[in-house]
Structure formats: structure tokens, C-alpha cells
């Protein structure tokens, strides 16, 4: 959904680097989220935002932090990069409540 | 611990046949349920979504059913075509939380 866009969209990082991941919507939505993907596994929530001075942690939030800067943007950070953290990341967005939550194109990240 | 299971895996079907994907969860209490389609290299989106009042609900050439007396939902792709090779993704939400479940999904692939 080019309303949400992520950058990089995919990224080569050596373990121990600090990486970051940036997400951007136009959507106008206050509530904002982060999620890995791995092959046979489903979508697994890292950190949600409901607004800009609201942060939780998912289930896997354990090597992640995050940043809201602003409504439109919500960065994912990876503190010191490890290959189990090798895997597919997706930024979503939701309107008021988590009726439905709108994906974008996601960031394929490989740490050596 | 709320999950959702899906079947088949994979599938591979033959351009304009038709093919049923089948989800169960354990999800509770409940509050709705969506189907999403992730094409390769893209994020989710969103299908069809149903309520627990509701048994089904069409798409196009897709619909989704829903029992959840017996917590299952299954997915009817009527006439399939090229474009249909995807993953699709069963999502539960239970009423408490705001919090996604999400199947692992299955992977369709349609040949001419």
C-alpha cells in the first residue's frame, strides 16, 4: 500500500551494527506497528504505538527499540544486529481501533 | 495462549479451478476474523473480515465462511487466475485485546 512506505527495503547489516528501519504513512492514523515475519511462522508483533506519546512492547520486543517522531513516523532500531534477527519487517497502521491495519511493502534484513 | 492454524501449507492448482484454504483458531473471546493476501514481496491486505454474527462474506471471487461455534473459517477461491498465487493469511483478534493473531498462512500457487 504505497500509504505506508518503509525504508530501506532490504539491507545487509554484519552482527553488532545498529540498524535502523524507518516507516512513513499518509494515512493519517494514530496507532502504528512493527512486525517480523519468518518463513512458516506468522506475522509476530515487535512494538505498537497508539500515538505518538503512547509505546508498548509486543511478544518479541527483546533486541528492538523504537521511535515515534511523529504521527506519520514510527523508526525500528535494531541496538546491535544478530543473524537470528534475520527475517522480513512490516510496518502497519490502524484507524481507532484494530479493525483493519494496512501493511507496507516491508524491509528484507540479512545480518551475517 | 491464543493461535491459529492453517491448512494446507501450500497448495499448487491449475488456473481456473477452484480451491478452499481452511483456518482454525483458538482465539478467545472473540471478535473478528480477516483474511488477508500477501503477493511476493508486499505487505498483507486485507481480504474480507467477518464478525461472530456473521457466517460469511464474499469478495469478488473470494469467500471467506465463518463457524465459530467450532472456531473455524475457511477461504473459497471461485475460478482462480494467475494473479491469485499469494499467501493468504487468517487473522484473529479477540475481544480483550488489541492485540493481532496470525496464521502462518498458506501459499497458493496457480499455473496456466
Known amino acids: 500500500d504505497a500509504d505506508v512506505t518503509q525504508t530501506p527495503r532490504n539491507r545487509i547489516t554484519k552482527t553488532g551494527k545498529r540498524i535502523m528501519l524507518e516507516c512513513s504513512q499518509t494515512?493519517?492514523?494514530?496507532?502504528m506497528y512493527w512486525y517480523r515475519q519468518d518463513p512458516g511462522l506468522g506475522l509476530r508483533l515487535i512494538y505498537y504505538?497508539?500515538?505518538?506519546?503512547?509505546?508498548n512492547k509486543g511478544e518479541i520486543s527483546d533486541g528492538y527499540s523504537v521511535s515515534r517522531q511523529a504521527q506519520a513516523k514510527f523508526s525500528l532500531s535494531l541496538e546491535s544486529a544478530i543473524p537470528n534477527q534475520t527475517a522480513l519487517y512490516f510496518c502497519?497502521?490502524?484507524?481507532?481501533?484494530?479493525?483493519?491495519?494496512?501493511f507496507g511493502p516491508g524491509t528484507r534484513l540479512l545480518v551475517l | 495462549k491464543n493461535q491459529v492454524e492453517q491448512s494446507p501449507q501450500s497448495l499448487i492448482i491449475l488456473e481456473g479451478k477452484n480451491c478452499t484454504l481452511q483456518?482454525?483458531?483458538?482465539?478467545?473471546?472473540?471478535?473478528?476474523l480477516r483474511w488477508y493476501k500477501q503477493d511476493t514481496g508486499r505487505g498483507p491486505v486485507s481480504l474480507t473480515i467477518?464478525?461472530?454474527?456473521?457466517n460469511t462474506k464474499s469478495n469478488g471471487r473470494y469467500t471467506a465462511t465463518l463457524d465459530a461455534d467450532t472456531k473455524q473459517s475457511s477461504l473459497h477461491i471461485t475460478a482462480s487466475q494467475l494473479s491469485d498465487s499469494a499467501s493468504y493469511i487468517c487473522?484473529?483478534?479477540?475481544?480483550?485485546?488489541?492485540?493481532?493473531?496470525f496464521g502462518a498462512g498458506t501459499t497458493v500457487t496457480v499455473r496456466a
Open positions: 483456518c482454525n483458531y483458538t482465539v478467545s473471546p472473540f471478535s473478528n
Open positions: 494515512k493519517g492514523h494514530d496507532r
Open positions: 467477518m464478525t461472530f454474527s456473521e
Open positions: 502497519a497502521t490502524s484507524d481507532w481501533g484494530v479493525e483493519t491495519q494496512y
Open positions: 504505538s497508539f500515538d505518538v506519546k503512547d509505546i
Open positions: 487473522v484473529v483478534s479477540a475481544d480483550n485485546d488489541y492485540k493481532l493473531s
